[in-house]
């Protein structure tokens, strides 16, 4: 798939109290802060916990549009929300699970069996989540709508 390493750079800067701003070059800057569970925490502000969970549902979602598009799965849309789990486990406070949550809505029926199988095809080779050491539950769901 990938023949030589590919580097991505991200630069955090301290603002104030738990509060900083996350950058890389090329993209668009945001707060980022300790979430409001924490103590001093900052609502209304994306946090590692969030990125962490989303990274793993945006790369589903990428893996899934690749695959899609190579095996000409014709789809309607693709929504996924993913619920990340913090807990305590052999002492150390930890991202425990990630629960995946895509729904691929679809127009032809017959084709409701091999979408499931490209969306189960496309968490296995999530670079991402193929990195992480949380648990990953994937529930599936794959509606078909008809134009009648």
């Keep these: 798939i990938m023949e030589n390493e590919h580097i991505y750079t991200t630069n955090v800067t301290w603002k104030e109290g738990r509060l900083g701003v996350l950058s890389s070059e090329g993209l ?23 990125l962490f969970v989303a990274s793993a549902g945006i790369c589903l979602m990428t893996t899934f549009l690749a ?19 913090i807990e305590k486990v052999d002492g150390i406070v930890m991202m425990s699970e990630i629960e995946l949550n895509p729904v691929v809505k679809i127009s032809d029926s017959n084709k409701e069996e ?26 599936s769901k794959v509606v078909i709508i008809s134009y009648q």
Excluded: Y
């Design 67 to 85: 695959i899609a598009d190579n095996s000409k799965l014709e789809f309607e849309s693709f929504e996924c929300s993913a619920i990340g789990k």
């Design 114 to 139: 091999r979408t499931l199988r490209i969306i189960e095809k496309s968490e296995q080779h999530c670079l991402i989540s193929n990195s992480m050491k949380s648990k990953i539950t994937l529930n």
């Design 28 to 50: 668009p800057s945001f707060d980022v802060a300790t979430p409001p569970d924490f103590v001093k925490g900052v609502p209304n502000t994306w946090s590692p916990e969030h």
